[in-house]
C-alpha cells in the first residue's frame, strides 16, 4: 500500500498540473479572441494611460482609432505602434483630431469614427481637463471649459457614436 502511495502521488500532482495548465491556456486563448478585431476608440491617446491602452489594444489585434489634440503627436504614436507590431498581425491605427472640449466638433468626429469603420465596440473616454489652484481664483469661463471637457464632451461622443 505504502508503494502504491509513493506512485500514486506524483501521478495526482501530474494530472492536477495538467487541468491547471489547460484551464489557463483556454483562458487566455478566450481573452485574446474575446476583443481581437473590435474597434476601440481611445480619446487622448497621446497621454499616458491613453498611450499605454493603444499599445495593448494594438498588440491585441484590435482596429483602433486614436484620438488627440495634436496632430505630431499623434503621428509619432502611430509611429511608435507600427515599428513595434507584427503587421500581419494587428491593424493600422486611424487618427483623428478630437478637442472633446469643443462640443460642436465631436458629432462630426463621432460621424468620421462610425464612417470608418460601422461600429465601435470600445470606447475609452481617457480625455480630461485639469487646473490646480484656488476655486475662488478660477473663472467661470475656465469652470465652463472644464465642465466641457470632462463631463459634456465625453456625453457628447459616446451620445453621438450609440
Same mark, same amino acid.
Given at each position: 500500500?505504502?508503494?502504491?502511495?509513493?506512485?500514486?502521488?506524483?501521478?495526482?500532482?501530474?494530472?492536477?498540473?495538467?487541468?491547471?495548465?489547460?484551464?489557463?491556456?483556454?483562458?487566455?486563448?478566450?481573452?485574446?479572441?474575446?476583443?481581437?478585431?473590435?474597434?476601440?476608440?481611445?480619446?487622448?491617446?497621446?497621454?499616458?494611460?491613453?498611450? &499605454?491602452?493603444?499599445?495593448?489594444?494594438?498588440?491585441?489585434? $484590435?482596429?483602433?482609432?486614436?484620438?488627440?489634440?495634436?496632430? &505630431?503627436?499623434? &503621428?509619432?504614436?502611430?509611429?511608435?505602434?507600427?515599428?513595434?507590431?507584427?503587421?500581419?498581425?494587428?491593424?493600422?491605427?486611424?487618427?483623428?483630431?478630437? +478637442?472633446?472640449?469643443?462640443?460642436?466638433?465631436?458629432?462630426?468626429?463621432?460621424? $468620421?469614427?462610425?464612417?470608418?469603420?460601422?461600429?465601435?465596440?470600445?470606447?475609452?473616454?481617457?480625455?480630461?481637463?485639469?487646473?490646480?489652484?484656488?476655486?475662488?481664483?478660477?473663472?467661470? &469661463?475656465? +469652470?465652463?471649459?472644464?465642465? +466641457?471637457?470632462?463631463?459634456?464632451?465625453?456625453?457628447?461622443?459616446?451620445?453621438?457614436?450609440?
Amino acid at each position: 500500500m505504502g508503494f502504491l502511495a509513493v506512485l500514486a502521488l506524483p501521478l495526482l500532482l501530474l494530472g492536477i498540473s495538467g487541468i491547471i495548465y489547460i484551464y489557463q491556456s483556454v483562458r487566455w486563448l478566450l481573452s485574446k479572441s474575446a476583443v481581437q478585431n473590435k474597434v476601440v476608440v481611445i480619446t487622448d491617446a497621446i497621454s499616458g494611460l491613453g498611450k &499605454e491602452c493603444s499599445r495593448v489594444f494594438h498588440t491585441g489585434g $484590435e482596429r483602433l482609432v486614436l484620438c488627440g489634440r495634436t496632430w &505630431e503627436k499623434l &503621428e509619432a504614436l502611430y509611429d511608435a505602434l507600427i515599428s513595434v507590431a507584427d503587421p500581419s498581425m494587428t491593424y493600422a491605427p486611424k487618427l483623428v483630431l478630437l +478637442d472633446i472640449s469643443d462640443i460642436n466638433c465631436i458629432q462630426d468626429v463621432a460621424k $468620421e469614427i462610425l464612417n470608418s469603420y460601422g461600429c465601435v465596440d470600445i470606447l475609452i473616454n481617457n480625455a480630461s481637463m485639469k487646473v490646480k489652484g484656488a476655486v475662488q481664483s478660477i473663472s467661470l &469661463e475656465l +469652470d465652463k471649459k472644464i465642465m +466641457d471637457a470632462n463631463y459634456f464632451g465625453p456625453i457628447t461622443l459616446t451620445k453621438g457614436i450609440l
